[in-house]
Protein backbone atom coordinates (compact mmCIF):
# COMPACT_ATOMS: atom_id res chain seq x y z
CA UNK A 1 0.00 0.00 0.00
CA UNK A 2 1.37 3.53 -1.03
CA UNK A 3 1.58 5.83 1.85
CA UNK A 4 2.16 9.50 1.44
CA UNK A 5 1.94 12.12 3.91
CA UNK A 6 -1.10 14.22 2.95
CA UNK A 7 -2.29 11.44 0.18
CA UNK A 8 -5.62 12.05 1.85
CA UNK A 9 -6.00 15.52 0.58
CA UNK A 10 -4.14 14.49 -2.60
CA UNK A 11 -7.08 11.72 -3.50
CA UNK A 12 -9.79 14.44 -2.82
CA UNK A 13 -8.45 16.66 -5.51
CA UNK A 14 -10.54 17.46 -8.34
CA UNK A 15 -10.04 15.38 -11.33
CA UNK A 16 -8.26 16.75 -14.05
CA UNK A 17 -5.63 18.40 -11.75
CA UNK A 18 -2.81 15.97 -12.12
CA UNK A 19 -0.47 18.29 -12.12
CA UNK A 20 -1.94 19.84 -9.34
CA UNK A 21 -1.56 16.50 -7.31
CA UNK A 22 1.68 15.98 -8.27
CA UNK A 23 2.67 19.33 -7.25
CA UNK A 24 1.11 19.23 -3.84
CA UNK A 25 2.56 15.53 -3.40
CA UNK A 26 6.62 17.21 -4.50
CA UNK A 27 5.64 19.98 -1.80
CA UNK A 28 4.56 17.56 0.61
CA UNK A 29 7.59 15.61 0.57
CA UNK A 30 9.85 18.68 1.00
CA UNK A 31 8.05 19.91 3.47
CA UNK A 32 9.04 17.03 5.85
CA UNK A 33 12.52 18.32 6.10
CA UNK A 34 12.94 20.04 9.36
CA UNK A 35 14.37 23.16 7.95
CA UNK A 36 16.05 24.45 4.73
CA UNK A 37 19.21 23.57 5.52
CA UNK A 38 18.61 20.38 6.18
CA UNK A 39 16.45 20.02 2.62
CA UNK A 40 19.38 21.62 0.99
CA UNK A 41 22.42 18.84 2.88
CA UNK A 42 19.89 15.90 2.06
CA UNK A 43 19.87 16.88 -1.77
CA UNK A 44 23.42 17.74 -1.74
CA UNK A 45 24.41 14.41 -0.53
CA UNK A 46 21.64 12.76 -3.09
CA UNK A 47 23.35 14.49 -5.56
CA UNK A 48 26.69 14.00 -4.80
CA UNK A 49 26.88 10.37 -3.92
CA UNK A 50 26.43 7.81 -6.73
CA UNK A 51 24.94 4.89 -4.33
CA UNK A 52 22.42 7.31 -3.13
CA UNK A 53 21.34 8.65 -6.30
CA UNK A 54 20.84 5.21 -7.65
CA UNK A 55 18.96 4.07 -4.58
CA UNK A 56 16.77 7.19 -5.18
CA UNK A 57 15.96 6.29 -8.59
CA UNK A 58 14.95 2.98 -8.25
CA UNK A 59 13.06 4.07 -5.47
CA UNK A 60 11.13 6.89 -7.23
CA UNK A 61 10.69 4.59 -10.12
CA UNK A 62 8.59 1.95 -7.67
CA UNK A 63 6.76 5.07 -6.76
CA UNK A 64 5.74 6.18 -9.79
CA UNK A 65 4.17 2.98 -10.56
CA UNK A 66 2.82 3.26 -7.15
CA UNK A 67 0.79 6.72 -8.41
CA UNK A 68 0.05 5.54 -11.73
CA UNK A 69 -4.42 5.07 -10.25
CA UNK A 70 -3.88 7.93 -8.60
CA UNK A 71 -3.25 10.03 -11.67
CA UNK A 72 -4.88 7.89 -14.65
CA UNK A 73 -7.94 9.04 -12.25
CA UNK A 74 -7.53 12.73 -13.06
CA UNK A 75 -6.87 12.15 -16.60
CA UNK A 76 -9.25 11.73 -19.41
CA UNK A 77 -9.89 7.93 -19.70
CA UNK A 78 -11.45 7.79 -22.77
CA UNK A 79 -8.22 8.08 -24.91
CA UNK A 80 -6.41 5.32 -25.65
CA UNK A 81 -3.03 5.71 -24.62
CA UNK A 82 -3.94 6.89 -21.44
CA UNK A 83 -1.72 4.59 -19.39
CA UNK A 84 1.09 6.26 -21.62
CA UNK A 85 0.34 9.82 -20.98
CA UNK A 86 0.20 9.16 -17.28
CA UNK A 87 3.90 7.79 -17.38
CA UNK A 88 4.45 10.30 -19.48
CA UNK A 89 2.86 13.12 -16.44
CA UNK A 90 4.55 11.29 -13.62
CA UNK A 91 8.03 10.78 -15.39
CA UNK A 92 8.01 14.71 -16.33
CA UNK A 93 7.20 16.04 -13.07
CA UNK A 94 10.09 14.29 -11.19
CA UNK A 95 12.46 15.30 -13.76
CA UNK A 96 11.25 18.81 -12.80
CA UNK A 97 12.29 17.60 -9.07
CA UNK A 98 15.66 16.87 -10.24
CA UNK A 99 16.37 19.40 -12.48
CA UNK A 100 14.91 21.73 -9.61
CA UNK A 101 17.04 20.19 -6.67
CA UNK A 102 19.91 20.07 -9.12
CA UNK A 103 19.56 23.71 -9.92
CA UNK A 104 18.68 24.34 -5.90
CA UNK A 105 22.28 22.50 -4.69
CA UNK A 106 24.29 24.09 -7.41
CA UNK A 107 22.96 27.79 -5.87
CA UNK A 108 23.70 26.63 -2.57
CA UNK A 109 20.06 27.12 -2.00
CA UNK A 110 19.51 30.54 -2.55
CA UNK A 111 16.31 30.14 -4.17
CA UNK A 112 12.99 28.68 -3.50
CA UNK A 113 12.98 25.18 -4.37
CA UNK A 114 8.87 25.06 -5.41
CA UNK A 115 9.35 27.95 -7.47
CA UNK A 116 12.18 26.27 -9.26
CA UNK A 117 9.84 23.12 -9.67
CA UNK A 118 7.80 25.40 -10.87
CA UNK A 119 10.06 27.35 -13.20
CA UNK A 120 10.82 23.76 -14.76
CA UNK A 121 7.58 22.42 -15.03
CA UNK A 122 6.30 25.33 -17.30
CA UNK A 123 9.49 24.89 -19.51
CA UNK A 124 8.61 21.40 -20.20
CA UNK A 125 5.12 21.78 -20.81
CA UNK A 126 5.55 24.63 -23.11
Known sequence: ML???GLTALT?????????????GVAAV????DS??????RFRLLH???SLRAGW???RLRFQED???????RMDAAVDST????RAVIATAFACLDAASMSWVANDGKSDIMDLYDECLAAARG
Open 83 to 86: ALRV
Open 12 to 24: RMRRGASWEVLRA
Open 48 to 50: NTA
Open 67 to 73: LLPLIEA
Open 36 to 41: REQALE
Open 3 to 5: IIP
Open 57 to 59: LEK
Open 30 to 33: LALH
